[in-house]
């Protein structure tokens, strides 16, 4: 007894230790909303956000009706699904240029368990035996219940995966491995639109290498293509291209794009009502879009124990491929992503909305690249496109009735390049690290061969095992106890400026395991400030865990680490101990040396072997009038002290090299 009221005192201290500050602070960090609202700047924003969400309402339109038709759901799902989980993001997420919705990858998945559980029976949406609910049948109803049973499952999946914080086992998760899962998966996509694309009827085919038995299908049946729908197909095609090239190319000049998507919808319903080709020429369309949002409903439970391989599926890619552009965005804009966080927010965007008919979401490329091209700020542009979709939803979506299935299908395939373009990274890892590249093509075959889950699971047990197989090879791999010191120059004689030189040699491997742990600390070492025994002391508390160790050819002085303003900084790099790296090494090695030339730091690198001065310059544009790359620490040191003279406004002035 003593010792369980011991517990309860131990538990009441707990609660009473709390403060008010201890609350707002959590609420803030688990609702990003609170955070930028009340200082968002309406006279800045509110206009590029409007334009953006009126742009992104289109899109988010378009895209949901022919993703739901993806996930074999009536394509009214796919408007719902545009609405709710946006609003969940934008609440709970903190990526201001992720635009989540409708998924091409996801729809793919729960495909998967949709035609399993509920075979097709019939060759149209529409179907008779109304079961009194938004005036749809009972076999769509049912269908829209296990896809919505998909995303309820895996949006539990991810908040598991919030409270057991697995965001931050994320760097397991490297660019190669994304890249060829997406490209991979959306070769699957284009791959199911094939039979729309073609006008034919055909079985739905899925498992191991149902990618190929898909071909050998429709080559074994050719001659069942539809002449008009083949053709319909081609033109908008050729027409999506065409224009989204030509706004690309303008996008500078011009601030409103033209969207074709939904100028291509409402030609081709239009065309197809008048000729009454539905009939006449025996087009699928879409059929009867009900008005208005519906009330909300359990998913269906009974098959949740059959669904848990696709809401895995969902979970895990669904959740990859939006961190990949939040961090992106994210790095663009100059802002931070919490990747554990996101996990919640995601999670959240799929739990909610099946409650409300909604198919698996998740955030798209061609969506947030939208975001950037039309000048967005903030989450407000979603927000804003949420209420011209619900717009839809209860004035427009019934004239969709004539819209054929072969155009949403082209505007699938042609919504997907961004996707299939990744296909030219190959190149870029073949120069970088040719064991990259090999993750890349097996990782590729894998997803092609099985599914995306499956290549993604691979490429990450395949990482792993190459680097524990190359780490051994490293000579380096035990921590150097070096004080870090640094010395300050004067530029000029009598000078007040001076020129503060930090050196920071890489004792260890760059690789994915490391590379994000490599930026932090680094970044750590650039802003501290304090005395010189103040900078020792961060060092070796840092050196518990950390690659990084910083020693110095000059006296160590006391005085503040802080720059003035006359202060010039250089960061030398020694890469002698720099044995093997990756492709995510060599890109944070270019990340830091672009944010230390946002913060006015000169970035020069030492000892660095012929493939890692390659892999650099190939890999990005290092922007640089003078040499980075140096044969010593001390040929380094040499040119950052090597006077440069500048005229501005028509005085000399002497400088020291940067």
């Not at 009939?279 to 009330?295: A, K």
């Not at 198919?359 to 407000?380: E, F």
């Not at 699971?457 to 780490?471: A, N, Q």
């Not at 790296?581 to 944070?588: I, L, P, R």
Request: net charge neutral; glycine share 6%.
């Amino acid at each position: 007894m003593a010792g369980a009221e011991r517990r309860r005192s131990t538990v009441w201290g707990k609660i009473r230790a709390v403060r008010c500050e201890d609350v707002k602070e959590w609420c803030v960090r688990r609702l990003p909303i609170l955070e930028w609202v009340p200082i968002y700047d309406w006279k800045e924003n509110l206009v590029p956000d409007a334009v953006s969400g009126m742009m992104l309402a289109i899109q988010q339109v378009t895209q949901g009706l022919a993703f739901a038709a993806l996930s074999s759901v009536h394509p009214v799902f796919g408007l719902y699904g545009s609405f709710f989980p946006v609003i969940i993001y934008a609440i709970f997420g903190m990526g201001r240029h992720v635009a989540t919705g409708t998924f091409a990858l996801t729809s793919l998945i729960s495909a998967n368990a949709v035609e399993r559980l509920v075979p097709s029976t019939g060759t149209n949406f529409t179907a008779n035996n109304n079961s009194g609910v938004l005036g749809l049948s009972e076999f769509e109803m049912q269908r829209i219940g296990v896809a919505a049973a998909v995303s309820f499952l895996g949006g539990i999946i991810q908040v598991a995966m919030f409270m057991l914080h697995l965001g931050h086992a994320t760097f397991l998760l490297t660019e190669p491995v994304i890249s060829a899962m997406t490209t991979g998966a959306a070769t699957h996509v284009v791959t199911s639109q094939v039979k729309y694309l073609l006008g034919m009827k055909m079985p739905y085919i899925s498992g191991p290498l149902g990618f190929f038995h898909i071909y050998a299908y429709i080559f074994e049946n050719i001659r069942s293509v539809q002449l008009e729908a083949l053709l319909l197909s081609l033109l908008s095609v050729v027409v999506l291209v065409l224009v989204k090239e030509l706004n690309e190319k303008f996008q500078r000049n011009i601030k409103i794009v033209l969207p074709i998507d939904l100028v291509l919808i409402i030609a081709t319903s239009t065309a197809c009502c008048y000729a009454d080709m539905e009939y006449v020429y025996g087009l699928e369309v879409v059929g009867h879009i009900p008005q208005g949002l519906p009330p909300p409903k359990l998913p269906a439970m009974n098959v949740l124990s059959e669904v848990v391989t696709e809401a895995f599926g969902v979970a895990l890619v669904g959740y990859v491929a939006s961190l990949a552009l939040a961090q992106s965005s994210a790095k663009r804009f100059k802002y931070t992503v919490d990747d554990n966080q996101e996990f919640l927010a995601h999670g959240l965007s799929n739990v909610i909305p099946s409650f409300f008919f909604c198919i698996p979401s998740a955030a798209a490329m061609g969506r947030t690249a939208l975001l950037y091209s039309t000048g967005a700020r903030t989450q407000v542009a979603c927000l804003i496109s949420c209420a011209l979709v619900l717009v839809v939803i209860y004035t427009i979506g019934a004239m969709l009735y004539w819209l054929p299935m072969c155009v949403l299908a082209s505007i699938i395939v042609v919504g997907l390049k961004g996707m299939l373009m990744q296909f030219r990274d190959l190149k870029k890892y073949w120069n970088v690290d040719k064991i990259d590249w090999s993750i890349w093509v097996t990782t590729y075959m894998f997803t092609i061969c099985f599914a995306a889950n499956v290549g993604l699971l691979y490429g990450v047990v395949c990482t792993i095992v190459i680097v524990i197989f190359r780490f051994p090879r490293a000579k380096t791999l035990n921590l150097k106890n070096m004080k870090e010191v640094e010395y300050k120059y004067k530029t000029e004689e009598n000078c007040e400026s001076l020129k503060q030189v930090k050196i920071v040699t890489v004792s260890n491997p760059l690789v994915f395991l490391n590379a994000r742990k490599f930026h932090a600390d680094l970044m750590k070492i650039i802003q501290k400030d304090g005395t010189s025994s103040q900078a020792c002391e961060d060092v070796n508390k840092c050196e518990q865990n950390t690659l990084l160790c910083s020693f110095s050819n000059g006296s160590c002085h006391g005085e503040s680490l802080q720059p003035c303003q006359s202060e010039q900084r250089v960061l030398i790099l020694d890469c002698s101990g720099l044995n093997f790296f990756d492709y995510t090494g060599v890109s944070m090695l270019l990340q830091i040396y672009m944010d230390c030339k946002n913060r006015h730091i000169e970035v020069l690198l030492a000892c660095c072997k012929a493939s890692l001065i390659k892999a650099m310059q190939y890999g990005g544009n290092l922007e640089s009038e003078n040499p980075i790359f140096f044969e010593s620490v001390s040929s380094a040191i040499d040119a950052s002290q090597i006077p440069r003279v500048r005229l501005t406004a028509g005085v000399g002035e002497v400088l020291g090299a940067h």
